[in-house]
């Protein structure tokens, strides 16, 4: 397919590519990777014990679920017979982990550990897609585009830059299977590396400061005064 042309990014050393990964990366300010400041488990500006203001849909991973998620289910009811175990089991996937990011966002502001968990669920969940995908790909005699393939590095490009599902949603409608699943695996590598990010960086914020109890007592002892 032919894809508009968009500015390059710096590949992330850090994400180097062995048999599973096959897509480059960008290395950007996690607060950037967010498209919005980092977030607080509490609102202590004006003593409400859990901040209300959740907006897990700014999250460049969720959106890139979404596309992910409409991509899976156009691609299963165009390609995979509805009676096939395998048609359930990449739409339940795709949606396991979109959901799971919603639940795991909202529930870090009560429950680092409960929230870690959910984040981890949606990742695997991204990786058995993933496979899914390649088996797909490979039981059929397919192309898996090589990440360094011009088709790769054009998707690569727009997965960065536009993640409208209707977008995707209209190129599903005439791509074929071979075209649509690379172009899904490409989005499932980017999504899952920045996931993984994510979670790391909780992990380690929850490693300095702690969880919600102890930011609860923190708030108790300001509203005791000792």
């Not at 390649?134 to 590095?153: A, F, I, M, V």
């Not at 727009?158 to 690379?182: M, V």
């Amino acid at each position: 397919p032919s894809y508009p042309s968009y500015p390059s990014y710096p590949s992330d050393p850090s994400a180097p590519y062995g048999a599973t990964r096959n897509t480059k990366f960008i290395s950007i300010n996690f607060a950037v990777l967010l498209k919005m400041p980092t977030f607080d488990m509490m609102n202590t500006s004006n003593t409400h014990i859990v901040n209300r203001n959740n907006n897990y849909a700014d999250l460049l991973f969720y959106k890139k679920a979404v596309v992910i998620y409409d991509l899976t289910y156009i691609f299963c009811e165009r390609f995979i017979d509805k009676h096939d175990r395998t048609f359930d089991q990449m739409v339940q996937a795709a949606r396991s982990s979109k959901q799971n990011i919603v639940e795991g966002y909202v529930d870090l502001a009560t429950s680092v550990e409960m929230s870690l968990k959910l984040l981890n669920i949606a990742r695997g969940s991204m990786l058995e897609l993933l496979q899914d995908y390649e088996d797909y790909l490979r039981t059929r005699n397919l192309r898996l585009w090589p990440s360094d393939s011009e088709e790769s590095l054009s998707m690569q490009k727009l997965g960065r830059t536009n993640l409208d599902p209707q977008y995707y949603a209209k190129l599903a409608t005439t791509r074929s299977d071979e075209t649509i699943a690379n172009m899904v695996l490409v989005l499932l590598h980017q999504a899952e590396y920045l996931l993984y990010k994510y979670i790391d960086h909780c992990s380690e914020k929850f490693l300095r400061e702690g969880g919600f109890r102890e930011k609860l007592s923190t708030e108790r002892r300001k509203v005791r005064g000792f």
